[in-house]
DNA sequence: TTGTAAGCGTTATCAA
DNA sequence: TTGATAACGCTTACAA
């Protein structure tokens, strides 16, 4: 069971191993017709280059790194599809690390993984795409990066991203559309970037629509469906209560409904509710939710992809954006008619 | 940034490269003061070997391949999760690839991987647990796997597992425990091995309790909301309607729940609703869903650490089995006193 | 346009 | 118990 090795691609193909080589990484001056000889010879014996030889001999690994810690486990699970998708359509295998723990651990921990299995490049997912320390060892070792929806420090190196702010604007708007005029908000949780963003697409949907803003409409929340219950809670038992809530997450966007039914409001007739972020709960609900669906797998994709094929993306345009859908389905209507 | 390497270590303790690597591998024949030395020296100089090498000059490579394709996003991530939890702790690393396609693609898709990037033994996570072209070239290759949660052929490798039955009978029993005499039971997708097992352990307990079985109560599903929600309409529509419906995943156990609130009934007052598989989604509705935990986590890092240390567990006894876990929320209480 | 030879950083062989 | 030295399969100078 001994492994064919470019040795034999070489000899069946009559030319020198160099030449195989060179073929294999597509390096000019090698004569059409020699180079169809090899590619030949590679077809017959099914040869497939070894990596741990090309690691240890050149300056590329075939292996992208993927650095993650601990979100849900489904975004995990996205972004690990997304680039696992990328990775394959060019013969490159994506390595899995978790950073986590203290702080002041990041470097180190890092370090030593660089030194132990060289990548051509890291996948950054959040929230490790934020954590200086990991940052900097990848900068003073020159090992190419993307990250995957930063929340800050957006001149350290490329990275893919969608438009929060513009999505909540949307949604906002397709409220408005709907003919909403008493909008609540549920904010997220005051840590995470997208909170900030979601919040402030949703007063500008309602400032360019001449909206005034009630200040007790807006109500804390943290990303979780307890939080979202008790805004809801909250909202709900307003004087003048409102006729659409738009939680900026799904997860808490679940907990507004459940208040609601607990209300006897019917959803969507007696109050909308919409969420953010197209999680699987969000059709596990009935209705089912009307969200914003962000293109995760997308997202991880292109990070991989712009690793693999720097060359792809201008010089200069080192980031992208992705688009981000509203998916309408049955949890927002027109206000009753008061 | 010229990296440190075992020639640096062995300068540094003033012994071969040789003893180095004894030592590294902790091979027999290498005096104690000798050993202390060299491990000396590798810590002042934070030597970490080169992951690359040693797979090219040695029958190891510190690497565990982790094939899946395409669950659920979340249970993706929480086998990522656990597997590479067990890789870190003993110096290995997580290779994530995708086994997609055609069935006949299969073979070669992993024998095209096995030849790139040797690895020390690979997790299957289902569906690709279950596909024999796979294990077939796995076999004839003589690279270790452990297969997660297999669907049949039992006699093909080590796996790790849970007693879906047990947890399915256990459920019941507490069901009846509550004074539940009229159960429903929605059953998941016909070709899922988990279906039959849980539909085993379900009427197992019946039998058990003496408590009659009427088949109007079984209905069919597909482990997906609106195949719960379906049942649950055909269920609580019945003349006499079970008292307590136990859907085989959670997510049907939602959809349950929904079709419950949509008829004016309240969980678990007038009804009681119960899961499995302690999804995100048990934890996001209201009343909080009671559950059977899986230990998907756990049964990934088992496997994983299977592979890194066969010795650990004993020859015969090639298999695990991990303990579910029985959650207790609030979707279930005692009948409506009729 | 092609080939020869020297590494890359380990482990394995075999002798000391 | 130790240590030279030869692989491992490839890429990278450097020649031809």
């Known amino acids: 069971m001994t492994s064919i090795t470019i040795t034999d691609v070489a000899e069946r193909a009559g030319v020198s191993i160099k030449t195989v080589s060179r073929v294999l990484n597509s390096e000019p001056n090698v004569r059409e017709d020699t180079r169809a000889k090899v590619l030949g010879a590679v077809k017959v014996l099914n040869y497939r280059p070894n990596y741990a030889a090309r690691a240890l001999a050149g300056s590329r690994s075939y292996l992208i790194g993927l650095y993650y810690d601990n979100p849900s486990p489904s975004y995990v699970g996205e972004v690990q599809y997304g680039a696992v998708k990328a990775c394959r359509e060019t013969g490159h295998h994506l390595l899995v690390e978790q950073i986590d723990g203290e702080k002041d651990t990041w470097r180190t921990q890092v370090e030593s993984l660089l030194r132990q299995v060289k990548v051509d490049g890291v996948v950054l997912s959040p929230p490790v795409c934020d954590r200086s320390p990991v940052l900097d060892v990848l900068e003073e070792q020159k090992i190419p990066f993307v990250r995957i929806a930063p929340a800050g420090d957006w001149d350290r190196g ?123 709960i969000a059709q596990s609900v009935w209705p089912q939710l009307t969200t914003v669906r962000q293109p995760v797998v997308e997202m991880a994709e292109a990070a991989a992809a712009m690793l693999i094929q720097p060359r792809a993306s201008p010089p200069g345009t080192r980031s992208r954006m992705l688009e981000f859908a509203l998916i309408v389905r049955g949890s927002a209507a027109p206000p009753p008619l008061a």
Request: aromatic share 8%.
């Open 158 to 280: 490329p990275y893919v991203y969608m438009d929060d702010k513009r999505a909540a604007r949307d949604m906002t708007a397709y409220l408005l559309s709907l003919g909403h005029r008493r909008i609540g908000f549920v904010k997220g949780h005051p840590e995470h970037a997208a909170t900030q963003a979601r919040l402030a697409g949703f007063t500008q949907a309602l400032t360019e629509a001449g909206v005034p803003l009630d200040p007790a409409y807006v109500q804390g929340g943290a990303f979780t469906f307890r939080s979202g219950f008790g805004a809801a809670e909250r909202l709900l038992n307003l004087p003048l209560p409102p006729t659409a809530i738009f939680a900026s997450n799904d997860e808490m966007a679940v907990g507004v409904m459940a208040v609601a039914n607990r209300m006897q409001l019917n959803v969507p007739r007696d109050v909308s509710v919409v969420g953010f972020d197209d999680a699987p």
